[in-house]
């Protein structure tokens, strides 16, 4: 057993008081965290080891918090040794949202997660975050040219192209910076979310936290890269959340062309985002699999940006560059193909 396994194990066995303890991995993560499903007696917990050379473990414990004081769920914290970066938390399954999301449940899963967002929104505090500012958001969009074009697909960025995603991530922040900021869960997507009998969804992977645009943990919900659904309905969901935003806070909501309008702004940001961070998970960490979701968050990226004359020339460099071809190209060198889980309906 390697040292950090038999430290992990011992370090459990002293918080159970038992050494009659089975282990199996409970989930992957795209950080240096690994998950572990602990089990004895018929109980289950899960432990949360991340190594404090690359992880902080202290900012998992605040959040947890900040949510469960919201009236959300979210694990609770059994026990901690946050210097070696050992969490025993309280286990709220193995059924996440993407396990159950099909036609027929879609609409009430999405409720339970609307109303368990607006209550974060309602009632988490936000003090002492860090904020969604104009240096990070650009940051997240420099990886797209960074590690998408230039190291996954080999691409020279001449300077006509830098001058047009300049401009598209002048735009894009500044409709996340005009929007009302509250507190963002960062990843509040099919993944993250449990199904559970009571207290609906459980809520993970929220270390992350930040104050930032009203529309992000939407975008991250209801244009999630691993599921997608026809527009008219996910423009029904988005109305439901503004409804609900408007009913306690009308100066905050706003319009609902203006907020359908940040949604979608807000989305292009993330999907430019998260199209860099997939590459740069294989490139720089060498996980693959994250590849193969690049495809719908391009189709994402396209069928908004259509919609918008601001982002005429993002679409217009995106076909220029033939993007979607390339990427599947350069996946299938990678021996990556897409991801299955997006066969679904398409976004558009």
């Known amino acids: 057993m390697q040292s950090r396994d038999l430290a992990a ?105 609307l109303v368990a967002l607006d209550r974060i929104q309602a009632g988490a505090d936000g ?19 960074d590690w998408l074009l230039a190291r996954h697909l080999g691409l020279a960025i001449d300077d006509d192209a830098r001058g047009v995603l300049e401009r598209v991530f002048g735009r894009l922040t500044a409709a996340c910076l005009e929007q009302p900021q509250v507190f963002v869960h ?21 270390q992350d936290a930040v104050v930032g645009p009203v529309t992000y943990d939407l975008v991250s919900l209801l244009r999630d890269l691993y599921v997608a659904w026809p527009r008219p309905r996910v423009e029904r969901w988005v109305a439901d959340a503004h409804a609900r935003l408007a ?12 907020f359908r309008r940040w949604f979608d702004l807000t989305g292009v940001q ?13 490139h720089r960490d060498g996980k693959a699999r994250y590849l193969a979701d690049i495809p719908l968050t391009l189709e994402y990226l396209l069928a908004v940006a259509r919609r918008h004359a601001e982002l005429g020339e993002l679409v217009a460099l995106v076909d220029r560059l033939d993007l979607p071809r390339r990427v599947a190209r350069a996946n299938a060198l990678a021996g990556v193909d897409r991801n299955p889980a997006t066969a679904c309906p398409p976004p558009l």
């Not at 003090?127 to 040219?145: I, K, N, S, W």
């Not at 993330?270 to 294989?282: E, S």
């Open 247 to 258: 009913g306690r806070d009308p100066s905050a909501a706003g319009d609902l062309a203006t």
């Open 186 to 206: 960062r990843d509040y997507h099919s993944r993250n979310l449990m199904v559970l009998a009571t207290g609906n969804p459980g809520i993970l992977d929220f």
């Open 127 to 145: 003090r002492g975050l860090p904020r969604y500012d104009q240096a990070r958001l650009q940051a997240e969009m420099a990886l797209f040219p």
């Open 9 to 113: 194990a011992r370090w459990l066995s002293a918080q159970l008081g038992t050494d009659d303890l089975a282990m199996a991995p409970a989930s992957e993560d795209a950080s240096f965290r690994r998950y572990l499903r602990v089990r004895h007696r018929g109980r289950s917990w899960v432990l949360m080891d991340a190594p404090p050379a690359h992880e902080d473990s202290r900012p998992f414990v605040d959040v947890a918090r900040r949510l469960a004081a919201a009236g959300v769920t979210v694990p609770t914290v059994v026990a901690a040794d946050l210097d070696r970066g050992f969490l025993l938390l309280d286990d709220l399954g193995t059924t996440c949202y993407l396990d159950r999301l099909v036609d027929t449940t879609a609409d009430a899963l999405y409720r339970d997660a």
């Open 270 to 282: 993330r999907h430019l985002k998260v199209a860099g961070i997939f590459a740069r998970l294989w």
